[in-house]
């Protein structure tokens, strides 16, 4: 039975009042969760999941949430075409505690506007939270936003990630219509 642990002031969100979010996660899903509001561990039982990847997708539905994610956005990846990327800012400064404050702060932007650039401009959801940064979306879009964090964290100037999401935003629409946009 997988486990997890989220962090605490996140449990509260994965319950839901009521207990209404975990319900929800258990009937799209079929799962039960099992949460020990305490520790924050949080224990899937996928066992009546016939098919496989729904069950990873139910822990990536759970990490998200734990991510800062709220559960509107994170229930969508339990569809097929939805997927979860979760990077950890410490991959590319390591431990120090500064450095990663300083990169978090480079993928939000000032007052917020590189996050919502990027989410704007890829169709996807983007959560910064203590060492990581997720991102939902469909698969095409997910690995385009990942692309701009990652060159975000490797250093890149902000206006050559924003160049790189302007031409990218063309890609998505061919994607999505199967039609080329002549300007």
């Given at each position: ?34 949460i ?96 990581t ?12 936003a990942?692309?701009a ?20 935003r063309?890609?998505?629409?061919i ?9």
């Amino acid at each position: 039975m997988p486990s997890m642990k989220i962090p605490k002031k996140r449990i509260g969100v994965l319950i839901g009042k009521d207990g209404s979010v975990k319900e929800m996660i258990e009937e799209e899903s079929g799962a039960e969760l099992e949460i020990d509001s305490k520790t924050g561990l949080v224990e899937i039982d996928v066992r009546d999941i016939d098919d496989p990847i729904l069950s990873l997708k139910v822990e990536d539905v759970v990490k998200a949430i734990g991510r800062g994610f709220n559960p509107e956005k994170a229930i969508e990846i339990l569809n097929d075409e939805i997927d979860f990327a979760l990077l950890d800012i410490r991959d590319w400064v390591g431990k120090n505690k500064n450095a990663v404050k300083r990169m978090r702060g480079r993928v939000i932007g000032r007052d917020g506007r590189t996050r919502e650039l990027i989410e704007e401009l890829t169709e996807t959801y983007v959560s910064i939270m203590g060492n990581t940064v997720g991102i939902i979306g469909p698969s095409f879009q997910l690995n385009i936003a990942r692309r701009a964090v990652e060159m975000l964290l490797d250093g890149r100037e902000h206006a050559t990630v924003y160049k790189y999401l302007e031409e990218s935003r063309e890609k998505i629409k061919i994607k999505k219509t199967g039609f080329r946009i002549y300007r």
